[in-house]
């Protein structure tokens, strides 16, 4: 499998109150995030259940929950919820 395939398959889903809460924990957790988010993505839309992606960080053992969609680029805005607390595109 190409690191291209592998980085992007999905790992589980969860259901919208579960990323909800993901992201609300991760903005209270880490100073910088809303700011983040406010300038590089915009608000999700409705839906039941959402991706989540393992974080291609070596060594992180977090998870990509999704937290909007990217200004710049047609992609899901995710944010690890591990020990790098990094943010990506899917």
């Not at 395939?5 to 809460?21: F, H, I, K, L």
């Not at 957790?29 to 999700?44: M, N, R, S």
């Not at 839906?47 to 937290?67: I, Q, S």
Request: glycine fraction near 8%.
């Amino acid at each position: 499998m190409t690191s291209n395939v592998g980085q992007n398959y999905p790992y589980t889903s969860e259901t919208e109150a579960e990323r909800a809460a993901a992201i609300d924990r991760l903005l209270g957790a880490q100073e910088d995030l809303a700011g983040k988010l406010a300038g590089e993505a915009t608000p999700l839309d409705h839906n039941d259940r959402w991706w989540v992606w393992k974080c291609p960080t070596k060594g992180c053992p977090g998870l990509l929950h999704a937290a909007g969609y990217s200004l710049e680029k047609h992609a899901v805005y995710v944010v690890c919820d591990g020990s790098c607390a990094k943010t990506f595109l899917r």
